[in-house]
């Protein structure tokens, strides 16, 4: 069965600390990987990845995929008060099914 | 552009009353997905739509669940009654290839 695994499944910092959130999966004819923001109701897109090695980045946030090891990461440096929000993970395999894990919740702190 | 759309954006409702949820999705995404969150879990899909065709709708609990989309654009998710355990946001995603965005979500609450 197709699954996400998120860990961990809360973080607390404080501002400016570095932090990294990670994604395994086990998915059928793998395709592509997407991190999302949700801070209330909607998740908001942060990357998509399909490439092993290729390093997706935003500002102060980046993600990587490792295909052979079925991982990704989320990194996030120098932290603000406004990153704290779930962030979730999710998995689309060859069904076009986009699965999801439970997410990881940070909360940065002044 | 506009983004995905959902109304209402909140829902209040007595158990077995029914509910309906509306989701307009980004112009020319042809799969348009529902999902419910549980708090403090990730999104569960309840149904995919590629254009008017419903192909995944295996977890949708077709007792009291439906939904359509009418001619491959819009699309409303009925639940008729509703339970307690209904609790939860409703979420609708669309998505072209592989890319897919969400609506503001519906928080639904049974009491």
């Known amino acids: 069965e197709d699954k996400v695994v998120q860990s961990p499944l809360s973080l607390v910092v404080h501002e400016g600390d570095t932090v990294t959130l990670n994604c395994s999966y086990e998915?059928?004819?793998?395709?592509?990987l997407l991190w999302y923001k949700q801070e209330k109701k909607a998740p908001t897109f942060l990357f998509m990845l399909?490439?092993?090695?290729i390093e997706k980045k935003s500002g102060r946030l980046s993600s990587i995929l490792d295909k052979k090891e079925l991982f990704s990461i989320l990194n996030i440096t120098a932290t603000q008060t406004g990153d704290s929000a779930v962030y979730l993970c999710?998995?689309?395999?060859?069904?076009?099914?986009?699965?999801f894990g439970t997410g990881t919740r940070l909360q940065v702190f002044p | 552009e506009a983004g995905v759309v959902q109304s209402p954006r909140y829902k209040i409702i007595e158990k077995k009353q029914p509910v309906a949820f509306w989701c307009n999705p980004i112009?020319?995404?042809?799969?348009l997905y529902w999902y419910r969150q549980n708090l403090g879990q990730g999104p569960e899909l309840l149904i995919r739509?590629?254009?008017?065709?419903?192909?995944?709708d295996s977890q949708l609990p077709k007792d009291r669940f439906s939904a359509e989309r009418l001619k491959g654009v819009d699309s409303t998710l009925k639940i008729q009654p509703a339970e307690l355990g209904d609790s939860a946001v409703y979420l609708c995603a669309s998505s072209f290839r592989d890319l897919a965005f969400f609506g503001q979500g519906t928080r639904l609450t049974v009491v």
């Open positions: 998915v059928t004819n793998f395709r592509s």
């Open positions: 399909t490439s092993s090695g």
């Open positions: 999710a998995v689309r395999g060859n069904t076009d099914k986009l699965i």
């Open positions: 739509y590629e254009n008017e065709e419903a192909v995944d």
């Open positions: 112009s020319g995404h042809n799969t």
